[in-house]
């Protein structure tokens, strides 16, 4: 079996378990990163590895009538969480999952106004496919926000972030050292900000179709 098959097999299983530990929670990061996307009131939005759907709901919020959220996923059971939620919330008019696979997505080029992942590429078994997936289907003009642990910007907690690489590789073939920001200028997109978070190694990454 390889990576791929693993990799869905493995969220798969956890989707069961996925909210219970709240790792499919919104939190402050999360709902930064919608923010940060700055999505029209009718804009066409694409979640990317949406999981359980954690920011389904939030990012509905933002958006009016017209508004239309796809979030994505290969994991059969991870979608079925998220179109749970959907359901549960009330928000089926504007949004829905399906299952696909990030690395070929059935969508026509410049498809989206905007594209969002959380906590997704990273667990990716080939993101720099899949990012170059995500370029191809945004719409010139369009933003991309990327919200995903990586390597610190200084010296300081090196050792923190080793130890914490090790853990993610280990506990789930997470890989923690991915530079999303140069995969996703080798995607042809502008890297427009990269905003940090004190305390934590989770950074978002907004990056401009031009
Ligand atoms: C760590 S979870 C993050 C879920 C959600 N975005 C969140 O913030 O809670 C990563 C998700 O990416 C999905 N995934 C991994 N590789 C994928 C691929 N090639 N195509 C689509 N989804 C993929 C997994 O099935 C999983 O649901």
Request: aromatic content about 10%; glycine content about 10%.
């Amino acid at each position: 079996m390889g990576r791929s098959e693993k990799t869905k097999k493995r969220y798969d299983r956890w989707s069961r378990f996925y909210d219970v530990f709240d790792l499919g929670g919104v939190n402050d990061q999360k709902k930064l990163a919608v923010n940060l996307l700055k999505p029209e009131n009718n804009a066409k939005i694409m979640d990317m590895g949406t999981g359980t759907g954690a920011i389904i709901p939030y990012l509905a919020q933002q958006l009016g009538e017209e508004g239309q959220i796809i979030g994505i996923d290969f994991s059969e059971n991870m979608v079925k969480a998220a179109n749970e939620r959907i359901r549960k919330q009330g928000i089926a008019s504007k949004a829905k999952a399906m299952v696909a696979d990030g690395t070929k997505l059935p969508f026509p080029d410049e498809y989206f106004d905007g594209i969002i992942a959380t906590f997704a590429f990273t667990s990716f078994p080939e993101p720099e496919k899949a990012i170059r997936e995500c370029a191809r289907v945004l719409r010139p003009g369009g933003r991309f926000s990327i919200l995903d642990t990586g390597k610190p910007a200084g010296k300081k907690h090196m050792f923190r972030y080793r130890y914490l690489k090790f853990l993610m590789w280990k506990a789930g073939y997470t890989d923690i050292s991915l530079d999303i920001p140069d995969l996703v200028r080798k995607a042809g997109l502008k890297v427009n900000k990269i905003q940090r978070f004190s305390g934590s190694f989770a950074y978002v990454t907004i990056a401009l179709k031009i």
